[in-house]
């Protein structure tokens, strides 16, 4: 009994020590932090990001159909899960805040001297390093896989999955690129270039190629409302509730009067996509996004000022892209390596019940763990080590991806 008393006694006094530390470190960064940077941002950065990993790994299944693998969705069988889609589409979001931080982050580096050259470069390598190490291991995955004798589908079915980030990072730093040409570009002609485009296809029988003009204009849309953002158009909460007002009625008149897709992300099987590439619903869905965001940031702020939460924000901003990059594989790791323990539900079965879905619940600390993995072995790729004190690299780095300098 004296044995158990002391063990407890021991294990009690760990748990309290590693709470304090994990305290006094959240304290050391929270004071690390310039006091200058709008926690808000990074907090609505975060968010967008974490969005987007838990709706992937929610939606997405690999099923295992004798020597193969192929993708599939809960939301084919189940199309009325798709509120799932409006909770965690959350790419309007980062369009928004990258918006925002580029106008405001290009217009500091010519004040301080910068070319456009120079702070493009450092803007794009910071999406591009860790894209790198993606690509490599993935090239170097697939040519084993196929040289392996693994079937080609299968084989075609993990590099898209893999890869599929790929596409959002083109897209934006695309968009990085043109910041001084759409500074002050109003939302609305972008807007109205994918109005007129899905006018086109859907009411007219265009050509469907058409469509992918609004992979740039679409996404176009949040990120000049960023721009609006820096010059300070958005500050008033007027500005939230029109967005969230107008963005949420226009989404719904769409969904339910012109044929528009309830769900907000892609669905094998169906005929259009409100994603692939972006029709005005998913437009107006994301101005409603933009407008809670908006709304939000008074809150993010107060809530950003305890060291716990900001902590915990400042780690997912500085591993974004990382986190952004590799959380399809965690997935497909997570599904490859359980595979010999047989078809596992929520892992490797078809998602046609709810029962799917609660198994696949339960697998998310596992994907997470997976994720943490890929993220201790390749967030050097983004954040590259420095040989300096830990709190001066911690200031170096939340000031380096500061909007006052990115």
């Not at 932090?33 to 790994?57: E, K, S, Y």
Request: glycine residues 8%; proline residues 6%.
């Amino acid at each position: 009994m004296r044995d158990r008393t002391l063990s407890g006694t021991t294990g009690g006094t760990g748990i309290r020590q590693g709470l304090h530390g994990l305290r006094r470190g959240a304290a050391r960064l929270d004071a690390a932090t310039p006091p200058d940077r709008d926690r808000a941002v990074d907090a609505l950065r975060a968010l967008a990001i974490l969005g987007v990993v838990l709706g992937h790994w929610l939606v997405t299944a690999l099923v295992a159909d004798g020597g193969t693998l192929h993708t599939a969705s809960p939301l084919r069988h189940m199309p009325w899960l798709a509120p799932i889609s409006w909770v965690f589409q959350t790419l309007a979001v980062f369009f928004l805040v990258g918006g925002h931080v580029a106008t405001r982050g290009y217009a500091s580096a010519r004040a301080r001297g910068m070319t456009y050259g120079q702070w493009l470069t450092a803007r794009l390598a910071r999406l591009f390093r860790p894209a790198a190490a993606v690509l490599t291991l993935w090239t170097v995955t697939a040519i084993a896989l196929l040289l392996s004798g693994a079937d080609f589908e299968t084989v075609r079915a993990l590099v898209k999955l893999a890869l599929s980030p790929m596409w959002f990072l083109l897209v934006f730093a695309g968009l990085t690129a043109a910041t001084p040409l759409v500074t002050r570009l109003n939302p609305l002609w972008p807007l109205a270039v994918v109005l007129h485009v899905d006018l086109i296809r859907f009411g007219l029988g265009g050509p469907s190629w058409l469509g992918w003009v609004n992979v740039a204009a679409a996404w176009l849309v949040p990120y000049t409302l960023g721009a609006a953002w820096t010059r300070g158009e958005l500050d008033r909460a007027r500005a939230g509730w029109v967005l969230l007002t107008g963005g949420t009625a226009a989404t719904a008149a769409l969904v339910l009067w012109a044929g528009y897709p309830a769900s907000m992300v892609g669905v094998p099987g169906t005929t259009i996509s409100n994603l692939d590439p972006p029709t005005l619903a998913a437009v107006t869905f994301g101005l409603a996004q933009c407008g809670l965001a908006l709304l939000l940031r008074d809150r993010l702020r107060r809530a950003m000022r305890r060291p716990l939460a900001w902590s915990a924000v400042a780690l997912v901003n500085l591993s974004a892209m990382t986190i952004f990059l590799w959380h399809q594989t965690a997935l497909m790791a997570t599904t490859a390596t359980t595979l010999p323990a047989g078809h596992l539900p929520g892992l490797h079965t078809h998602p046609d019940d709810l029962t799917w879905v609660a198994a696949r619940v339960a697998w998310l600390p596992v994907f997470a763990l997976a994720l943490t993995i890929c993220w201790t072995a390749f967030r050097t790729y983004e954040q590259p080590r420095r040989p300096r004190p830990v709190s001066t690299g911690f200031r170096t780095r939340l000031r380096a991806k500061s909007p006052h300098r990115a």
